[in-house]
């Protein structure tokens, strides 16, 4: 499913909510602020919908699945060792140069490890080969 995106306009209205951290055309994070209210607001029985349009944000914009994402989000860092906790967001690939390290390092592995199993492909295949080498091909008698 594609994923709703907000225009330039909603992006511009949203961020300047105060307990916006961050906002984008694809997503939106929230301060702990936010999620504090949140929290102790649908502890008492509030609906996301509700709570969502009485912190100022627009219900019809955010859309069902990210409702239901912002909820869960919420509840999973309420319960957390953790707790509430804001993070900018990145894109893969985006982020200090020992981030990009790291990747090539992962990807380095992740080569390694796929010749590694294609030297094992190519052995099977010469030992199956050579399995039916020593056999006369054609009908049986």
């Known amino acids: 499913m594609a994923r709703k995106m907000f225009t330039q306009e909603q992006v511009r209205v949203m961020a300047e909510n105060p307990y916006t951290f961050h906002v984008s055309t694809t997503q939106i994070t929230f301060t702990n602020a936010f999620k504090e209210e949140f929290w102790r607001r649908y502890q008492e029985g509030?609906?996301?919908r509700t709570i969502m349009y009485d912190l100022g944000y627009d219900p019809e914009v955010l859309g069902r699945n990210r409702l239901s994402g912002i909820q869960?989000?919420?509840?999973?860092q309420a319960v957390s060792a953790k707790g509430f906790h804001e993070r900018p967001q990145r894109r893969r690939g985006e982020g200090s140069a020992e981030g990009r390290d790291t990747t090539t390092q992962a990807q380095l592995r992740q080569m390694q490890h796929r010749l590694k199993y294609l030297e094992q492909e190519v052995?099977?295949?010469k030992k199956i080969s050579s399995a039916r080498g020593g056999r006369k091909q054609g009908p049986r008698p």
């Open 46 to 48: 509030d609906t996301p």
């Open 72 to 76: 869960n989000v919420v509840c999973k």
């Open 123 to 125: 052995e099977f295949l």
